[in-house]
């Protein structure tokens, strides 16, 4: 039987795009017969990962993992709403959010490369994700994710798998945790108005200086109309701001100070966040194939 070598190996990934272990596997199984097993993978898996790569992935999930004072949110990715409900799926995006905690990878390339096997593929957590992405036959990817660590603690809200929250906090869980559920209905942008980042602020400055000047109010009330149009945005958007969403006669702030808890930060993610998703028009695509039918006839 012949050696399969490492270079044999990624020639066959080149041209399938499958995943390492199933091209060596697909290798041993052809005695290092190269077409043979170009064509044992397309059997198993088809050019699904392949033709998968340049799909948007604007759907997916959210998942968190704490352990003591150590955690993480990770955003994963797929093409439909279908895949946020394959068990597979799910297993994989909760073992990441785990490894991440673990592991603390710097980047989204260090943790594909941390250990994991999973529905036979491995040994890697990115060959797991391209062999499932054969297996299931849509793309997937790890979008974000971010890290916490230190002295403070941690509690998580997540809103079905579409939105997740983290709280850093110092004092009662069950506080931060109301906080957590409140930033995910609220959808604050900072902790305080001094947070809120510049870019945003010069946004909505521009937004009332357009209204401002349409009014027709002389320069003086013009200028007052702009600063009170951009300080009541920073009340929207400052969570110790807002108005508790369980109590409409509290804000944020002072809910907090009524439980001795202090919120130090907070993360959120909603899945497929500015991301663009294609928007497919079946009727103008059935239209324009009629409409090239009676051309051609």
Known sequence: ?????????????????????????????????????????????GSKAGKAASRVTAEGVVFASIEGHNGALLEINCETDFVTK??????????????LVKHKP????AL?????????????????????????????????FKLFSGSNALTSYLHGTRIGVMVEYVGQESAARDVAMHVAAMK??????????????????SVASAKAAESGKPAEIAQK???????????????????FVKNDKQTVE?????????????????????????????????????????QNS
Not at 106 to 109: K, P, V
Not at 113 to 142: C, H
Not at 230 to 237: A, D, F, H, N, P
Not at 270 to 291: L, P, R, W
């Open 188 to 205: 604050p942008v900072a902790l305080t108005s001094a947070d809120v980042p510049a870019e945003l602020i010069e946004r909505e400055r």
């Open 254 to 294: 002072q809910m907090l100070k009524a439980s001795n808890t202090q919120v130090k930060s907070f993360t959120m993610y909603v899945v497929g966040e500015g991301i663009e998703k294609k928007v497919d028009d079946f009727a103008a695509e059935v239209a324009a194939q009629v409409a090239a039918a009676k």
């Open 112 to 144: 594909g490369a941390l250990s994991y096997s999973q529905d036979g593929f491995g040994p890697t957590l990115e060959e797991v994700r391209k062999g499932l992405i054969g297996k299931i036959g849509e793309n997937m990817s790890f979008r974000r």
């Open 225 to 243: 109309m702009i600063e009170g149009s951009v300080q009541k945005y920073l009340k929207e958007v400052s969570l110790f701001d807002q108005t």
């Open 1 to 45: 039987m012949a050696a399969i070598t490492a270079s044999m190996v990624a020639e066959l990934r080149a041209k399938t795009d499958a995943p390492m272990m199933e091209c060596k596997k697909a290798l041993t199984e052809s005695e290092g017969d190269m077409v043979k097993a170009e064509e044992i993978l397309r059997v198993k898996l």
């Open 106 to 109: 710097q980047d989204l390339e």
């Open 86 to 99: 394959n068990d597979s799926f799910l297993a994989m995006a909760k073992a990441a959010a785990d490894l």
